[in-house]
């Protein structure tokens, strides 16, 4: 049984490649194939298939790990600041691709991400977690921010350099707001 997933596709940054997603494994498969991440289980139930075509490379299915089948966690692929870059989430697991060379991969390490945020202005492709907020740039992982919440990470808005949110506090029992420096990953809450 196949599960329906409602994927988002967001083209904010210029890339060098087309992807579209699959409602499931196609019955002929391209030459080239690759799992994301390479070691896991039962990788096909629920996973995320992706047929990449980079500008300049051969076409390759990309399979990639379902994190949980929740409609709270986002799913979908989007552009990244670096051009060659794709970053695909199945589930709320992020995974960021190099379409030239599909070997090369990193995974956000928040499992689930929440919540993908692509702000051109800044260059960035932003991944919310329960906890923390991590960016990611033209040359790979720009910034990550230390704990802004115990529970649930909220963006409120985003203004030049700042971006504005709220995190839950635990001693409090109640959201605080916070801001983070989007050119370096400092934040500064209350």
């Known amino acids: 049984m196949q599960r329906q997933v409602r994927s988002v596709i967001d083209l904010t940054f210029a890339h060098a490649w087309e992807a579209e997603v ?37 076409t390759f299915l990309g399979t990639f790990a379902l994190g949980f089948a929740d409609a709270a966690a986002p799913t979908g692929v989007w552009s990244c600041p670096d051009a060659k870059w794709m970053c695909a989430v199945s589930g709320g697991y992020a995974y960021l691709v190099n379409t030239e060379q599909p070997e090369e991969f ?32 033209a040359h790979g992982k720009a910034w990550q921010t230390g704990r802004l919440s115990w529970e649930g990470v909220q963006i409120t808005g985003v203004e030049g350099r700042w971006l504005r949110g709220l995190g839950w506090d635990l001693m409090t029992d109640k959201d605080v707001p916070f801001r983070v420096d989007l050119e370096t990953g400092e934040s500064v809450v209350g």
Do not use: C, D
């Open 22 to 58: 699959l409602g499931e494994r196609p019955l002929i498969l391209p030459r080239r194939k690759f799992v994301y991440p390479r070691r896991v289980e039962e990788v096909e139930r629920g996973a995320l298939e992706v047929m990449v075509r980079p500008a300049g490379a051969e």
């Open 106 to 137: 990193a995974q956000v390490e928040y499992k689930p991400v929440l919540e993908v945020r692509a702000l051109k202005e800044q260059g960035l492709l932003l991944f919310a977690g329960h906890h923390a907020l991590t960016a990611w740039g």
